[in-house]
């Protein structure tokens, strides 16, 4: 049983178009991430949710929106997508919030190209 | 400004030739030093979390070791299977986030 699973894998889409990448955990943890790596493979943070609520909202574009329909799952928006938002998203969760005093579960990525 | 470092940047090795990666932090108040390791098209793997210096932790090949300043990831007679990259990660002074730093890609040949 994959502990954290998000789909799409890979995702290619056109500028301008909206796409959402979806993200669930079985392991019964509070919290939830989005982290964005580029190209130069640094992983920085998107958003944070505890218990459906957003606790970290890092300065990214309003373009993108994650949305939280039960602590399960966290589902990530993007609209309107630009060249510069192709990267590798990963969506993790932890036990508890920052994933501070316990480990964090990541899922297998997507890979998002805008062309 | 919290800032992790991490060098070098890319390590080759033979089988059997043990290194160590480097992973620096300014971070006021640290709160754990994590380590990471993931492979290609693959999302972070947990390794190690480290709360204090002096403090050790062991995992088959890999031993992760702190001081005041930096964490140190030691890799003893390395096999190719050991070849990922290697990510370190700190929670920041004042807020839960943690902050990764750009990694070490460690490639070990046969």
């Known amino acids: 049983d994959t502990a954290v699973s998000q789909t799409p894998k890979y995702l290619v889409t056109q500028m301008g178009n909206d796409k959402s990448i979806k993200c669930e955990q079985n392991l019964g943890h509070d919290t939830m991430y989005w982290y964005k790596q580029d190209s130069k493979k640094f992983l920085k943070i998107m958003f944070s949710y505890n218990n459906k609520e957003l606790i970290i909202n890092e300065t990214v574009p309003n373009r993108f929106s994650p949305k939280s329909p039960d602590k399960a799952h966290l589902n990530l928006h993007i609209n309107s997508l630009e060249l510069g938002d192709s990267a590798v998203y990963f969506c993790a969760s932890s036990q508890d919030v920052g994933a501070m005093n316990t480990e964090a579960f990541f899922g297998q990525g997507t890979r998002l190209t805008v062309v | 400004e919290d800032q992790v470092t991490q060098s070098p940047e890319a390590l080759r090795l033979q089988e059997g030739e043990s290194s160590s990666l480097n992973c620096s932090y300014t971070?006021?108040?640290?709160?754990?030093l994590f380590w990471y390791r993931q492979d290609p098209g693959k999302g972070p793997e947990f390794l190690f979390t480290?709360?204090?210096a002096g403090e050790e932790k062991e995992k088959e090949r890999l031993k992760a070791t702190l001081t005041k300043k930096e964490s140190f990831l030691h890799i003893t007679a390395p096999k190719p299977e050991d070849s990922a990259t290697y990510l370190c990660?700190?929670?920041?002074?004042?807020?839960?986030?943690?902050?990764f730093g750009a990694g070490t890609t460690v490639t070990v040949r046969a």
């Open positions: 990660a700190v929670p920041a002074s004042n807020d839960y986030k943690l902050s």
């Open positions: 480290l709360y204090s």
């Open positions: 971070v006021s108040g640290l709160r754990g």
